[in-house]
T-cell receptor
Framework: DTAVSQTPKYLVTQMGNDKSIKCEQN?????MYWYKQDSKKFLKIMFS???????INETVPNRFSPKSPDKAHLNLHINSLELGDSAVYFC?????????????FGPGTRLTVT | GNSVTQMEGPVTLSEEAFLTINCTYT??????LFWYVQYPGEGLQLLLK?????DKGSNKGFEATYRKETTSFHLEKGSVQVSDSAVYFC?????????????FGSGTRLQVQP
């Protein structure tokens, strides 16, 4: 059973297109996250939702729009893709509070913009 | 703001050598500290964690101790194997202002040679 899953695993598209990445977790967590990993492996938080409420919104172009239909799902929609958006995008989930709040990561979506 | 500094890699060791990867942090309040590992082509896996000063996290022969006086969380393993070759990330999270997002170091690539 996959704890945090993402689709698609690979995404190749052209500049200017709009694309979405989907994430689902079956761990019963109340908080989900999107991270971006650049070509140098540096990881940075983009967004976080807690029980469908946006709680973290870092300095990210407004072409990126997250949506959380329920606490088990978090999607990322990207409009007007640019070359610089090429990266690996990771979804993660955790409890927001309590004793155990480590984050569990999905396998990543490698986005290549040509 | 929060930050994590890791030693630059790659670190190249022979099998059965002793491993240390240095990690220091800057944070407000009392952060929790984590080591994540990323094997080639995969997502991040939690390796170990520590939630308060003097805690020692351990897993799969790896250890790290939360040192508040030196703001450090160095990763150690007594005898590395070829299968330990991966990128290792030190990270922290803080509940300050309700955030739980992870702040990552830049990652350290470990290469273990037979």
């Amino acid at each position: 059973d996959t704890a945090v899953s993402q689709t698609p695993k690979y995404l190749v598209t052209q500049m200017g297109n709009d694309k979405s990445i989907k994430c689902e977790q079956n761990l019963g967590h109340d908080t989900m996250y999107w991270y971006k990993q650049d070509s140098k492996k540096f990881l940075k938080i983009m967004f976080s939702y807690n029980n469908k409420e946006l709680i973290i919104n870092e300095t990210v172009p407004n072409r990126f729009s997250p949506k959380s239909p329920d606490k088990a799902h978090l999607n990322l929609h990207i409009n007007s893709l640019e070359l610089g958006d090429s990266a690996v995008y990771f979804c993660a989930s955790s409890h927001l509070a309590g004793v155990s709040y480590e984050q569990y990561f999905g396998p990543g979506t490698r986005l290549t913009v040509t | 703001g929060n930050s994590v500094t890791q030693m630059e890699g790659p670190v190249t060791l022979s099998e059965e050598a002793f491993l240390t990867i240095n990690c220091t942090y800057t944070a407000t309040g009392y952060p929790s500290l984590f080591w994540y590992v990323q094997y080639p082509g995969e997502g991040l896996q939690l390796l170990l964690k520590a939630t308060k000063a003097d805690d020692k996290g351990s897993n799969k022969g790896f250890e790290a101790t939360y040192r508040k006086e030196t703001t450090s969380f160095h990763l150690e393993k007594g005898s590395v194997q070829v299968s330990d070759s991966a990128v290792y990330f030190c990270a922290l999270s803080s509940l300050d202002t309700g955030r739980r997002a992870l702040t990552f170091g830049s990652g350290t690539r470990l290469q273990v040679q037979p």
